[in-house]
C-alpha cells in the first residue's frame, strides 16, 4: 500500500500564491507519474497537472502560465505551486500517484485525501 498525504490548501485572496505538497510512502514502490487534481462543489474532478519519473509535466490550460508542478523523486514528493490564483481556482485539490512494486508488472493509482483551497477576498 501507498499512502499520500497533502499539505499546503488554505484560504488566500486573489492574486495571491499557495504551495501544495504531497509526500508518498509505503515500501518497495517506484512512482511512475503523479498529478494534481481539483473538484470544485458540483463539478467532477479534474486534471490540473501531472509530472512523470523523467520530468515532463502536463497543465490544464485554465492554469498555464499560473501553476508550476515539481516533484522530488528522492523524497517521493510532488509539489504544486500556485500563483496568481482567482476565485476560479477555488476547489479541493487532490494528489494522485501512479505507482508500480518491486518485481511487478501492474501499476496502481492512488488518491491522497484532498486539500481545500479557496481564493476569495
Known amino acids: 500500500q501507498v499512502q499520500l498525504v497533502e499539505s499546503g490548501g488554505g484560504l488566500v485572496q486573489p492574486g495571491g500564491s499557495l504551495r501544495l505538497s504531497c509526500a508518498a510512502s509505503?515500501?518497495?514502490?517506484?512512482?511512475?507519474?503523479m498529478a494534481w487534481y481539483r473538484q470544485a462543489s458540483g463539478y467532477q474532478r479534474d486534471l490540473v497537472a501531472a509530472i512523470t519519473s523523467g520530468g515532463s509535466t502536463n497543465y490544464a490550460d485554465s492554469v498555464k502560465g499560473r501553476f508550476s508542478i515539481s516533484r522530488d523523486n528522492a523524497e517521493n514528493t510532488v509539489y504544486l505551486q500556485m500563483n496568481s490564483l482567482k476565485p476560479g481556482d477555488t476547489a479541493v485539490y487532490y494528489c494522485?500517484?501512479?505507482?508500480?512494486?518491486?518485481?511487478?508488472?501492474?501499476?496502481?493509482?492512488?488518491w491522497g485525501q484532498g486539500t481545500q483551497v479557496t481564493v476569495s477576498l
Open positions: 509505503g515500501s518497495m514502490f517506484s512512482i511512475n507519474a
Open positions: 494522485y500517484a501512479r505507482v508500480q512494486f518491486t518485481g511487478g508488472l501492474s501499476e496502481y493509482q492512488y
